[in-house]
Structures are given as C-alpha cells and as structure tokens.
C-alpha cells in the first residue's frame, strides 16, 4: 500500500459528496479533521467517520477541536456541555484533585469522541497567557501559570489517551503571548529568550513524550526573526531539540490569516521547516487541491512518527462506569461553575 499524503482534510457538510469523495481517494490524507458544519447527532457523525475513512481505503486518523468552553463542536443537546480549560483549576481547592478532575473531564470526552469513530482530540492547550495578552487564548488555558499549565494539561491529554484518543498538545512552542489572533493576522512575540524559557516553552517541554503538536502560527524574532514558527526551520529545531518533542508535529490551518502566499507555498514551507503533516480545515475543495499540490506522501522520519503516534491509541479504553463518572464529574464541577453551566456540565443528554 502507498504512503498516505502528509495531510489533514477537512469537508464541507454533514455528509461527503462525490467530488470529495473522489478528491480523497486521489490525495489519500494522512487524516481529516470535523467541525461544527460537520456535527448533526450520533448516528450522522458515526456515519460520517466511516465514509471518511472508506474514501480513503484505511483507518486514518480522524481529529476535532474539543476543549470545552468556547471550543467544543460536539456539544448539547446530543453531547455534554463541557468547561473550558480554565475551569478546572482550583476546582476541587486541591491541586491533586483538579488533576484528578481534569483527566476525568478528557476520559468522558474520549468516550463521546470514541463512540462516533473520532480517535483524535485537537486538545489540551498547554499555551501560558499573560496579561494584556490576546484573549483567543484567555479561558482555554489551564491556569495563570506554566507549572499548573503542564500539570492540568498532562492530566486531561492522559484522560484522552486512557480513553483511546490521541491528544494534540497546543500551539507549540506558545501562543499565550501573542497580542492578536493569528487566525486573522500575524502575531509577532518580542520577549527574549530567556524569558521564553521560563514561561512559554516549559508546558510544551514537560509535555515532550506527547503523541501530537500542533504549531503556533506566532512569530518569534527570538528565534526567527522572519517566519513564524510553522514555517521555520530554526523554530521547529528547537521543538525538536531544546524542547525535546520527538512526536509528529502538524501545522495549525492552513487557511488562517497569519500565513501568507497560495495554499502550495503554505504547505510547501511548513513541510521544508521541518512539519510532519499539513492541515487544512475549512473544507474549501478548491484550496485543499492547492494544498495537496504541495504535500508529498508520508515517508522517512515524519512517517515513522506518524505511524508511533496511532500505535498509542488505546485499543480497549480503560473501564469506566459514565454514569457514576459523569455525576461525579458534574458535582465536583458544580463547586466552581455554580449555577453558570448548572446540570448540563457533564451530564449525558
């Protein structure tokens, strides 16, 4: 069998129509990726998966943003309603039990994600923001703090992997100080390096042994003084070297408003930087097949990551009784977020 594309698709509707279909089975992505536009109820969603994975004759990997909070597209009245990141610390008053309560949060959500065929979550953030920052991160992140950070962002991507889902560590090496939304412009990070050290880059390397990243679309004169970090050769070095994340590394969309020129060159530089696999995530046929223009098969050392990432799927999730998880999940939740999100937090529909 050939070598999938280095790509990650993602369609337009709730159902794949013939020319997506055909566009699939020529491009072969490594993956694809779902939205809210893609989400209807279970049944829809679990026949959607297996198309997707029909049309490309394989079990590929196939991701969604779900986070909680302001990023979830799978949510009420089919799913929970989940928090945000920022939720859970102090949840408990215990940081051992808002560890606790943040790896139950991911292995409820990988057992929603699991049952309609979707084995990767676009989450957990391990972004530190600081004040006056760009609030596209704001309540997504964990805490304050990078130590919480890492801490409360390792237990939910170990509730994920417990639940057989693969978790994308975000957005590598950190978009917490950026000063405007890199999904409309391009933000440009000032601070030294030392000071990248000490705060924005030490979730990301306490969280080095993790299957997946996905790249910050920021630049960082520190390290570059030109391109931002998906697109450079000198920032993806250091990911793999002084951050020390030897997992696949995956671009943010392509089609954000922070990368310039056509969709070839934006996958052509981020592969030459050093990404393993492009994404591409609004489902624009005519921009995928400019994508794919400028994406290879998956093969040397980016195909050798990708294939140890799923070989960590979790084949039989660990035992879980969802009842009694998602009632205790809501009360333990209920402490922080009082009457705010009330019963839905958690609880089956």
């Known amino acids: 069998m050939s070598a999938p594309s280095a790509a990650i698709y993602g369609c337009a509707g709730h159902h794949l129509t ?4 055909a566009f699939y089975r020529q491009a072969s992505p490594w993956g694809f990726i779902l939205f809210k536009r893609n989400v209807q109820n279970s049944d829809q969603l679990s026949a959607l998966t297996a198309d997707l994975r029909e049309a490309v004759g394989r079990d590929a990997p196939i991701l969604i943003d779900q986070e909680g909070g302001r990023v979830q597209r799978m949510g009420p009245p089919h799913w929970p309603k989940y928090p945000p990141g920022g939720a859970y610390r102090g949840a408990t008053n215990d940081p051992l039990g808002d560890r606790e309560l943040a790896r139950l949060g991911g ?7 699991k049952a309609v065929g979707i084995n990767v979550d676009c989450a957990p953030v391990a972004d530190t923001p600081v004040s006056g920052a760009h609030d596209i991160i704001g309540d997504r992140a964990y805490a304050a703090d990078p130590a919480t950070v890492a801490q409360l962002a390792r237990a939910k991507a170990e509730g994920l992997m417990a ?6 560590i975000k957005h590598i090496p950190g978009h917490g100080r950026a000063f405007a939304d890199s999904h409309h412009e391009l933000p440009v990070v000032d601070a030294d390096l030392e000071t990248l050290e000490a705060w924005d880059f030490l979730p990301f390397r306490a969280l080095s042994d993790m299957p997946m990243a996905m790249t910050a679309h920021v630049v960082y004169p520190a390290i570059d ?3 931002p970090a998906t697109t450079s050769r000198k920032a993806i070095r250091l990911m793999r070297e002084s951050l ?3 997992g696949l590394i995956m671009t943010d969309d392509l089609s954000m408003k922070a990368l310039s020129g056509s969709f070839t060159e934006r996958a052509e530089r981020s592969l030459k930087a050093g990404c393993d696999v492009v994404l591409h995530c609004n489902g624009d046929l005519a921009e995928m097949t400019e994508v794919a223009e400028g994406v290879g098969p998956l093969r ?3 195909g050798t990551r ?3 990432a799923l070989a960590r799927i979790v084949r039989t999730p660990e035992p879980l009784d969802e009842v009694e998880a998602r009632a205790r999940f809501a009360a333990l939740m209920a402490g922080k977020l009082g009457a705010a999100l009330g019963p839905a937090v958690g609880e089956a529909p």
């Open 18 to 21: 013939e020319a997506e279909r």
């Open 225 to 227: 003084r030109r391109n």
């Open 300 to 302: 040397g050392k980016a």
């Open 163 to 168: 639940g057989g889902v693969l978790p994308v």
């Open 107 to 113: 292995r409820l959500m990988a057992a929603d994600l």
């Open 306 to 308: 990708a294939a140890a």
């Open 244 to 246: 020390g994340f030897d």
